[in-house]
């Protein structure tokens, strides 16, 4: 997925963490986003030899283990960091999956980043629609000026309908002012994305 914020490409292996992705990348607070990061494996050798936990290998080869997300956030006492692993809860019943985690979380704790379990019952599904419908929107295909000239007549048109779905406003709007279908919404959305054009996110 290309990270609007980042301007990379950012690879995620499941889709709660491409639904962590958008709420992280509309997140304001949120400067960069690095995924799967790697954890150095002398600490969390030394970190599941204190915890008598067994260190994940594969065929027989010490792993090198991964956080989902590893976030840097901008707040009002300075720069932080905070580090974020996604699993389905389904997961968390399997005693191997929760002995990996919490070599994971003492690895955070010793190096002084707070660390966060989340799972699809934390992920706010409309919340994630919204943004995946908007996600796209994110890369303007049309001039600022062209989309902030409109932005009255969008705002006059939402607030005479205020129980029409966005949509048929859209048509309403291209309908009115002769334009080709589709380019309303096109512009809504984009300005949405831009927060130029408030809502209510979880709705």
Same mark, same amino acid.
């Given at each position: 997925?290309?990270? =609007? ?5 950012? =690879? ?14 509309? +997140?304001? $607070?949120?400067?960069?986003?690095? /995924? ?18 067994? =260190?994940?290998?594969? +065929? ?20 932080? !960091?905070?580090?974020? !692993?996604?699993?389905? $809860?389904?997961?968390?019943?399997? *005693?191997?999956?929760? /002995?990996?985690?919490? *070599? &994971? %979380? ?13 799972? /699809? ?7 994630? &629609?919204?943004? +995946?419908?908007?996600?796209? $929107?994110?890369? !303007?295909? &049309? ?7 409109? #932005? ?8 005479? =309908?205020? +129980?029409?779905?966005?949509? /048929? *406003?859209?048509?309403?709007?291209? $309908?009115?002012?002769? #334009? &080709? ?5 096109? %512009?809504?959305? @984009? #300005?949405? @994305?831009?927060?130029? #054009? ?6």
């Amino acid at each position: 997925v290309w990270g =609007h914020l980042t301007q990379r490409t950012h =690879h995620l292996l499941s889709d709660i963490e491409l639904s962590t992705f958008l709420l992280l990348e509309w +997140n304001p $607070s949120v400067t960069d986003i690095r /995924e799967q990061y790697p954890l150095h494996l002398d600490d969390t050798l030394d970190l599941a030899e204190q915890a008598g936990i067994r =260190h994940p290998a594969v +065929n027989g080869f010490t792993h090198i283990m991964s956080t989902d997300f590893l976030v840097d956030l901008s707040t009002d006492s300075g720069p932080q !960091q905070l580090a974020i !692993q996604v699993k389905s $809860s389904s997961d968390l019943k399997d *005693i191997r999956a929760v /002995e990996k985690l919490e *070599i &994971e %979380r003492l690895y955070w704790k010793l190096k002084g980043i707070p660390w966060k379990l989340l799972t /699809e019952k934390q992920i706010p599904k409309t919340v994630v &629609e919204n943004l +995946n419908l908007l996600y796209p $929107s994110r890369k !303007q295909t &049309e001039k600022l000026e062209l989309l902030f000239d409109s #932005l009255p007549t969008f705002v006059k048109f939402l607030a005479a =309908h205020p +129980n029409t779905k966005v949509a /048929e *406003i859209a048509m309403l709007i291209d $309908s009115s002012y002769s #334009l &080709e279908a589709g380019t309303s919404l096109s %512009r809504i959305r @984009a #300005l949405a @994305a831009l927060r130029a #054009l408030t809502f209510q996110i979880s709705t």
